[in-house]
């Protein structure tokens, strides 16, 4: 059960976090806000995977929920005065409440019902922050949100490299102003998500949520209870999906009910299902495969433009959707239990070298 086995596994995990953590320093600041932006809604999927992955309940809310962390936090930032590094968990917090209220009718209604009560949330929450409050969230223009910003003591009279000082608080202050800064906080928080995601799994909690999702009547049968758990399936993802909204929300400084929507919670689903429902590998493969291929396509709309100059526009703005429903209708064919699970194929293959045949 251990889940680095050999000593050359942890040299190979280390260095690959050591380049995660070096990329700033040696890549383009394109490709450094690439990888920061698989991070971010790599988080959101692994909330989803163990709500829909672990405990088998389908919801289309996870964008909506993305939208409640990232305003708390935009409001505690920009006008409680907080630090952004308080903020956070409190976003988190904040979202995961607000996804026990959704996750209210998963006693009662279970399959297509209970996605279409997950995805009232996907229009009642940008509602409310359209028209609820204006004084505060600012109707439809939504809130330009803070730079996140560390304060640390000034040492022989003199800032550290990268930081400014203060004169009004006496301090050095670090902004995390550019990709190349900010993915720093992605990369801690995706470690920490993940960590204790795939803990999650390993523990009595993560037997009760599968059993729950391969068969709910025997589970009840046996003791669990089945709305307990399904309510803290519901408020774990929604705690994900609150830290992926507030650093999405940070990142871009700024955020509106139209920032996350319907087609990024359909997308966060899609991911699951390419990287593999109810595996600890399925939220970054997905989510990796899915992000580039958008990039993809992002190249390819000036080729295709060429070819279809009557409809540019048209042609353009759905070449992005058209890849995405192409690859996962390819996945649901040939490969259904996803890229992890083909990933686990090929790790016995090469166990079994060279009798794999």
Same mark, same amino acid.
């Given at each position: 059960?251990?889940?680095?086995?050999?000593?050359?596994?942890?040299?190979?995990?280390?260095? +690959?976090?050591?380049?995660?953590?070096?990329?700033?320093?040696?890549?383009?600041?394109?490709?450094?806000?690439?990888?920061?932006?698989?991070?971010? +809604?790599?988080?959101?999927?692994?909330?989803?995977?163990?709500?829909?992955?672990?405990?088998?309940?389908?919801?289309?809310?996870?964008?909506?929920?993305?939208?409640?962390?990232?305003? %708390?936090?935009?409001?505690?930032?920009?006008?409680?005065?907080?630090?952004?590094?308080?903020?956070?968990?409190?976003?988190?917090?904040?979202?995961?409440?607000?996804?026990?209220?959704?996750?209210?009718?998963?006693?009662?209604?279970?399959? +297509?019902?209970?996605?279409?009560?997950?995805?009232? $949330?996907?229009?009642?929450?940008?509602?409310?922050?359209?028209?609820?409050?204006?004084?505060? /969230?600012?109707?439809?223009?939504?809130?330009?949100?803070?730079?996140?910003?560390?304060?640390?003591?000034?040492?022989?009279?003199?800032?550290?490299? *990268?930081?400014?000082?203060?004169?009004?608080? @006496?301090?050095?202050?670090?902004?995390?102003?550019?990709?190349?800064?900010?993915?720093?906080?992605?990369?801690?928080?995706? %470690?920490?998500?993940?960590?204790?995601?795939?803990?999650?799994?390993?523990?009595?909690?993560?037997?009760?949520?599968?059993?729950?999702?391969?068969?709910?009547?025997?589970?009840?049968?046996? *003791?669990?209870?089945?709305?307990?758990?399904?309510?803290?399936?519901?408020?774990?993802?929604?705690?994900?999906?609150?830290?992926?909204?507030? /650093?999405?929300?940070?990142?871009?400084?700024?955020?509106?009910?139209?920032?996350?929507?319907?087609?990024?919670?359909?997308?966060?689903?899609?991911?699951?299902?390419?990287?593999?429902?109810?595996?600890?590998?399925?939220?970054?493969? *997905?989510?990796?495969?899915?992000?580039?291929?958008?990039?993809?396509?992002?190249?390819?709309?000036?080729?295709? %433009?060429?070819?279809?100059?009557?409809?540019?526009?048209?042609?353009?703005?759905?070449?992005?959707?058209?890849?995405?429903?192409? $690859?996962?209708?390819?996945?649901?064919?040939?490969?259904?239990? @996803?890229?992890?699970?083909?990933?686990?194929?090929?790790?016995? $293959?090469?166990?079994?070298?060279?009798?794999?045949?």
């Amino acid at each position: 059960m251990t889940v680095v086995r050999q000593r050359w596994q942890y040299v190979v995990l280390l260095a +690959f976090l050591a380049l995660l953590f070096l990329l700033p320093q040696v890549a383009s600041a394109s490709l450094v806000s690439l990888v920061n932006r698989i991070c971010i +809604f790599m988080i959101a999927v692994q909330g989803l995977n163990i709500l829909t992955g672990y405990t088998g309940q389908i919801s289309l809310g996870q964008a909506a929920f993305m939208t409640v962390g990232g305003y %708390i936090s935009a409001i505690l930032v920009g006008q409680a005065g907080w630090n952004f590094f308080l903020a956070l968990p409190l976003a988190a917090l904040g979202a995961g409440l607000v996804g026990l209220l959704f996750g209210l009718p998963s006693l009662r209604v279970k399959g +297509f019902y209970l996605v279409m009560a997950t995805l009232s $949330a996907q229009f009642i929450i940008p509602w409310f922050t359209r028209n609820a409050f204006p004084s505060v /969230l600012n109707g439809a223009q939504g809130l330009n949100v803070p730079i996140p910003v560390i304060k640390l003591p000034v040492l022989a009279e003199t800032c550290f490299l *990268g930081t400014t000082f203060d004169a009004a608080q @006496g301090v050095c202050l670090y902004r995390f102003a550019t990709p190349s800064q900010f993915i720093y906080i992605t990369l801690v928080v995706l %470690i920490f998500t993940t960590i204790v995601a795939h803990n999650i799994q390993r523990s009595r909690m993560g037997r009760a949520l599968v059993s729950i999702r391969d068969n709910d009547l025997a589970a009840e049968l046996l *003791g669990i209870r089945l709305f307990s758990y399904k309510l803290r399936a519901f408020f774990i993802a929604a705690v994900y999906a609150g830290l992926s909204g507030a /650093l999405l929300a940070h990142n871009i400084r700024h955020i509106n009910s139209a920032t996350i929507g319907l087609n990024d919670s359909i997308l966060l689903l899609g991911m699951l299902v390419v990287g593999g429902l109810g595996t600890s590998l399925g939220p970054i493969f *997905g989510t990796t495969l899915i992000v580039l291929l958008q990039e993809l396509a992002t190249v390819l709309t000036p080729f295709v %433009i060429a070819l279809f100059p009557g409809n540019a526009g048209g042609v353009g703005a759905a070449l992005r959707p058209l890849i995405f429903g192409l $690859a996962l209708t390819l996945f649901l064919i040939f490969e259904p239990r @996803g890229l992890a699970y083909r990933w686990k194929l090929i790790k016995a $293959a090469w166990r079994l070298r060279p009798f794999a045949r």
